[in-house]
T-cell receptor, first 116, second 114 residues
Framework: AQKITQTQPGMFVQEKEAVTLDCTYD???????LFWYKQPSSGEMIFLIY??????QNATEGRYSLNFQKARKSANLVISASQLGDSAMYFC?????????????FGQGTELSVKP | SQTIHQWPATLVQPVGSPLSLECTVE??????LYWYRQAAGRGLQLLFY??????ISSEVPQNLSASRPQDRQFILSSKKLLLSDSGFYLC?????????????FGPGTRLLVL
C-alpha cells in the first residue's frame, strides 16, 4: 500500500540558512509522482515542487529543491536561504500515475520554524 | 488563470444538523475535483474525488456525501453532522491526465461541530 512518512514533527532553522525536510515513501508502482506543499497558518495548501519517478534530474523551483533518491525511496525537500515567511507546515505527498482520479497520499507534515 | 473558491470560510454547526460546503473552479474545464479533510495537526485525508459530472468516488465510508452537479462545481454534504466531522475541509482541482498533474487547493472551510 502507498505510504508517506515524514519523521520530523518540528524543525527549527536560523534565517538565511538551508534546511532539509525528510520524506520517505512506499509504493510498489514504478510510475509515480512526488509533491511538496506548504501550509501557512492561514490554512491554504501551496504547491511548491514536483518530482516524477522517471525524472533523471532533481527538481528545483527557486529556493526549493527536491533531493530524490529513488533506491532509498526518499524525496527530501531542501530550502535554501530560509526566510521568516518560510515558517509553516510542509507536507510531502505521492500520486501513483495510474491510480484512477489521481488521488494524493499525504504524510503527517513537518512544522518548520525560522528564527531571526 | 485558474482560481478555486470555497465557502463558507468558517462554520459552526450543532450535532445532527445538515451540512453543505461548496467548491467552484474558474478558468478550466473538465477538471478532476477532490474533497480532503484535515484534522488538527494532521495530514490530509481524501474523502471524495470526481473525474466528471455526476461521477463520484468515495474513499472513506462515513456520513458525508459529495455531488458534482456541474462541471466546475463540487459539493460536500451531510444529513446529520457528528462531532467527529469537525475539521478543515479542503477542495482541490487538477487537470485531467495521469501522473504529473498538480492538485491546486482552495482556501478551505473550518467546520466546528458542537
Amino acid at each position: 500500500a502507498q505510504k508517506i512518512t515524514q519523521t520530523q514533527p518540528g524543525m527549527f532553522v536560523q534565517e538565511k540558512e538551508a534546511v532539509t525536510l525528510d520524506c520517505t515513501y512506499d509504493t510498489s508502482d514504478q510510475s509515480y509522482g512526488l509533491f511538496w506543499y506548504k501550509q501557512p497558518s492561514s490554512g491554504e495548501m501551496i504547491f511548491l515542487i514536483y518530482q516524477g519517478s522517471y525524472d533523471e534530474q532533481n527538481a528545483t523551483e527557486g529556493r526549493y529543491s527536491l533531493n530524490f533518491q529513488k533506491a532509498r525511496k526518499s524525496a527530501n525537500l531542501v530550502i535554501s536561504a530560509s526566510q521568516l515567511g518560510d515558517s509553516a507546515m510542509y507536507f510531502c505527498a505521492m500520486r501513483e500515475v495510474y491510480n484512477q482520479g489521481g488521488k494524493l497520499i499525504f504524510g503527517q507534515g513537518t512544522e518548520l520554524s525560522v528564527k531571526p | 488563470s485558474q482560481t478555486i473558491h470555497q465557502w463558507p470560510a468558517t462554520l459552526v454547526q450543532p450535532v445532527g444538523s445538515p451540512l453543505s460546503l461548496e467548491c467552484t473552479v474558474e478558468g478550466t474545464s473538465n477538471p478532476n475535483l477532490y474533497w480532503y479533510r484535515q484534522a488538527a495537526g494532521r495530514g490530509l485525508q481524501l474523502l471524495f474525488y470526481s473525474v466528471g459530472i455526476g461521477q463520484i468516488s468515495s474513499e472513506v465510508p462515513q456520513n458525508l456525501s459529495a455531488s458534482r452537479p456541474q462541471d466546475r462545481q463540487f459539493i460536500l454534504s451531510s444529513k446529520k453532522l457528528l462531532l467527529s466531522d469537525s475539521g478543515f475541509y479542503l477542495c482541490a482541482w487538477s487537470p485531467t491526465g495521469r501522473g504529473r498533474e498538480t492538485q491546486y487547493f482552495g482556501p478551505g472551510t473550518r467546520l466546528l461541530v458542537l
